[in-house]
């Protein structure tokens, strides 16, 4: 049984374009939802989080976007690039614990 | 830069044996973790350790064990190796204040034939 459910599990698309990636959770402890990026032949890394008591978060071409009453949160990618081409993988977890638990993933593919 | 070793890339084991992944970790992180990563379904959580020999079971720990006998290195033990325990193994590792990011190794491929 997953407690995060994350959708797509694939995408294309154009440079330039905004692919966004979509998480669900059913735990309403979870306060703390990182993302992280993988590239092949590596591990994955933390791309950027948010906690629930914003609605959004920006890091360069990334932004968070958060529903707490959907029970929601979500991956846009501003102008990407061919380099943005990894897997993406949502995570929840409690700030006050260790764990942390992760989306199925979604591999992302942007053609030049 | 944090680093996290992976003993293996790649290993195949026979259907039976007891096989043993290890993890090293050099940023004296408290917490380290086992994952083991399936196409959709992501990053499943096996085994977690916030300490020097205390360990707690993740969402799958069944058929696996853990050991941590020093603070750097968090070995995966496969008990007696199954086909169904082929898959991408990860070992991460934080600190153990909150929002710490976990900071994985580049996985070993383990193939149970």
């Known amino acids: 049984q997953q407690q995060v459910k994350q959708s797509p599990q694939s995408l294309i698309v154009q440079k330039g374009g905004i692919p966004i990636i979509n998480c669900a959770y059913e735990?309403?402890?979870?306060?703390?939802f990182p993302w992280y990026q993988q590239f092949p032949g590596k591990g994955p890394a933390l791309l950027i989080a948010i906690r629930p008591d914003v609605s959004e978060k920006k890091e360069g071409r990334f932004t968070i976007s958060f529903n707490k009453s959907a029970k929601q949160f979500s991956l846009h990618i501003m102008d990407s690039q061919p380099g943005d081409s990894a897997t993406y993988f949502c995570?929840?977890?409690?700030?006050?614990?260790?764990?942390?638990?992760f989306g199925g993933g979604t591999r992302l593919m942007v053609k030049p | 830069d944090v680093k996290v070793t992976q003993s293996s890339r790649y290993l195949v084991k026979r259907t039976g044996e007891k096989v043993f992944l290890e993890c090293v970790q050099d940023m004296d992180h408290e917490n380290m973790f086992w994952y083991r990563q399936d196409p959709g379904l992501g990053l499943r959580l096996i085994y977690f350790s916030y300490d020097v020999k205390m360990k707690e079971k993740g969402d799958i720990p069944e058929g696996y064990s853990v050991s941590r006998e020093k603070k750097e290195r968090f070995s995966l033990i496969l008990e007696s190796a199954s086909t169904n325990q082929t898959s991408m193994y990860l070992c991460?590792?934080?600190?153990?204040?909150?929002?710490?990011?976990?900071?994985f190794g580049d996985g070993t491929r383990l193939s149970i034939l």
């Open positions: 735990n309403t402890a979870f306060d703390y």
């Open positions: 995570a929840a977890g409690r700030l006050a614990g260790n764990m942390l638990t």
């Open positions: 991460a590792s934080s600190l153990v204040q909150t929002n710490q990011p976990q900071h």
